[in-house]
């Protein structure tokens, strides 16, 4: 029996979701598909579950805290009798799986590209050092894997379901004061296929507002960095890099960014990478495709009005 | 109380890695205390000063390791126990290995990094906090101890951030912007020297093998224009974008 986590937003499955359901269904060789519902209104969710997976078990345990997820996950896998759970990769995800996986004694892949089985074991790729390095992994069941979001196509409904309610006792311990959402304005930045962003050397935050423009007139997601973000410049939610978001868009515009490893590592995956710097040795031009060696104070209007007639 | 936080050595970001025989070779390469570790060996310190009782460090990994544990306790950490293991052991594996030593030591909380340079793993902290039966916080940005009993902590999430009093014992892992770390100063390092150090030796194995590395770098194009008509360029560069590679 295949597990999957299901990601929601307390109405309908987010986009991980459907790419965990993708993720199980290449392993079904291993045995038939159940999925869980964790958190609010999961009745309301477990309804769409139910036209992908023939079995889905929801646990109404109130908001995310990774214990009572680990734990209502893990009553879903003793009613199962699951020897793979799959969820989706995120901080969340990576981290109550870690929990769930030290419950079932199972071997963790965390943030996995693609993955397979031989029958005994789950095999798999993902990113380490700094997202420099792809390594190939494998653990013998029973195995907890979450899948990396933007890796697996989305799955399509297949047939009709049953729900079956879970009674999961919801461990105390970590009590949810207040919630600070995320200021969004614009394309979302994980799901940008264009992004613009800026760095220290724009010089200041009224700098960002040609960035804003430029990104306007592509349709794109604006980023920043790790040291624009510290200055207070920008709101951490923009932030590209090793503690901040992992974006691989068909495009990355880096504007004043001079490419330190721990930027890279958001974004060394992207499919084309344009820099603009006044300092030719920067390391960012090592891993550019496009880029102007030149001051981002005279580049970037003429960039924003190419753009503009370019769109016209 | 007593503080502790779990520490690993990891190669330094700006070093260049090469692979031998389908798996990163270290050797030569800079070797340093993960920097998100190093916030919670900052936050540990500071917890200390204010709070006052005992700093600690835990460590699981090569022998290697003892370097990064001198930078802690040359930051100002009272003491280290390294469990010694050579060769990968995944997260789970470790937190196994880690939890009877952290059992033994009783602390009020403990403090690790939230992703490993070297693994690029999330998973040690929230594996160790289950090991332990204890709440865990990861991605922290700010703590404040709430008596003996709890913390009222922030920290991130998949989009936003929240607010939490969690029970104590409990597991937290940093995140940007917990503090800015200290250098240590030469005082620090003589006397990380005489700072006890306690070594034991452990057996594992891991659940996880890695099968194979590879650095898989992209071949760039790396066209890059002269700014100096810095209209002409940049006008050249988006017909490129667009004409080109066709991704505007």
Known sequence: MILVVLEHDGQRLRKGALEAISRARQLSSLGPLAGVVIGENTATVAQEAAQYLPTVYTAEVGPYTPEKWAEAAYAAVQKSGARVVIATGGRQGRTWTARLAYKMKAGLLEDTLETSTDGQRILGSRYSFLNRVTERQQAPLPVVFTAKPNTTPLAEPEGSGTVETLEVS???????????????????????????????????????????????????????TRAVVDAGWRPYGEQVGQTGKTVQPNVYIALAVSGAVQHQAGMNKSKYIVAVNKDAEAPIFKIADYGIVGDVHQVLPALIEAAKKLKD | MKFIAVIRQVPDGESRLKIEGGKVDLSGVTMILDQMDEWAVEEVIRLQEKHGGESVVVALGPERFEEA???????????????????????????????????????????????????????????????????????????????????????????????????????????????????????????????????????????????EQTIQERTRLNKVLDGKDPVAAAHELVRLLHEEAKVI
């Open chain 1, 170 to 224: 919801v461990p105390a311990g970590v009590e949810v004061l207040e919630r600070l959402s995320e200021q969004k304005k614009g394309v979302s930045l994980t799901e940008a296929t264009v992004v613009v962003t800026g760095g220290r050397g724009l010089g200041s935050p009224e700098a960002f507002a040609g960035v804003e423009e430029l990104a306007g007139a592509l349709g794109a997601a604006v980023g920043a």
């Open chain 2, 69 to 211: 544990i001198r930078t802690a306790l040359a930051m100002g950490i009272d003491r280290a126990v390294h469990l010694v293991a050579e060769g990968y052991l995944d997260p789970i594996t470790q937190a196994e290995a880690l939890a009877e030593t952290l059992r033994a030591e009783a602390p009020t909380l403990v403090f690790t990094g939230g992703q490993q340079a070297d693994w690029d793993s999330q998973a040690l902290g929230a594996a160790i906090a289950e090991a332990l039966s204890w709440p865990v916080v990861s991605w922290t940005t700010q703590i404040e101890l709430e008596g003996e009993s709890h913390a009222k902590v922030k920290h991130d999430l998949d989009e936003g951030a929240e607010v939490v009093r969690v029970a104590l014992p409990a597991v937290f892992t940093s995140q940007q912007g917990l503090n800015e770390p200290r250098y240590p100063t030469l005082p620090g390092i003589m006397k990380a020297k005489r700072k006890e150090l306690k070594k034991v030796p452990i057996s594992a194995s891991s659940k996880v093998a890695i099968v």
